[in-house]
């Protein structure tokens, strides 16, 4: 059986806005800019370091720092996106790979499920961020 997810070009397609915050949030990850990236988060948005432990606040920006503490590069890429009016869920695979400050091998990837909002001021933030799509 073939579901209309399992199609060519089933997903809506992504704004330029954002492509251009996955970019941005990229660039302040691989920067260690932790303040910055922060900023692409609403107040009360959630990041999901493990399976089944959602965290915000002062977890989320821990959850951060712990992965930017490796000081390895992050890539990313957008496989899709679906968007309805100001929120849009994405699929994104990423990869983390080098070695870590501490010398370790590093090598790590996934598909993140993220959702996103579009806020009164037409930027799109984070209100879920959970790297490994569990």
Same mark, same amino acid.
């Given at each position: 059986?073939?579901?209309?997810?399992?199609?060519?070009? /089933?997903?809506?397609?992504?704004?330029? *806005?954002?492509?251009? !915050?996955?970019?941005?949030?990229?660039?302040?990850?691989?920067?260690g800019d932790l303040a910055a990236l922060d900023l692409l988060y609403e107040p009360d948005a959630?990041?999901?370091?493990?399976?089944?432990?959602?965290? /915000?606040?002062?977890?989320?920006?821990? *959850?951060?720092?712990? !992965?930017v503490s490796f000081g390895v590069p992050m890539t990313a890429h957008i496989r899709q996106c679906y968007t309805v009016v100001n929120i849009a869920l994405l699929l994104v695979d990423w990869t983390m790979r080098g070695t870590a400050a501490d010398g370790r091998p590093v090598d790590m990837s996934g598909t993140a499920t993220d959702v996103v909002r579009r806020g009164f001021d037409g930027q799109w933030r984070y209100v879920i961020d959970n790297p490994s799509g569990n």
């Open positions: 059986m073939t579901l209309d997810h399992d199609l060519p070009g /089933s997903s809506t397609p992504v704004p330029d *806005a954002i492509t251009q !915050l996955i970019a941005q949030w990229v660039e302040l990850f691989n920067a959630v990041v999901v370091p493990t399976p089944g432990h959602a965290v /915000s606040e002062a977890g989320r920006s821990a *959850a951060l720092a712990h !992965l």
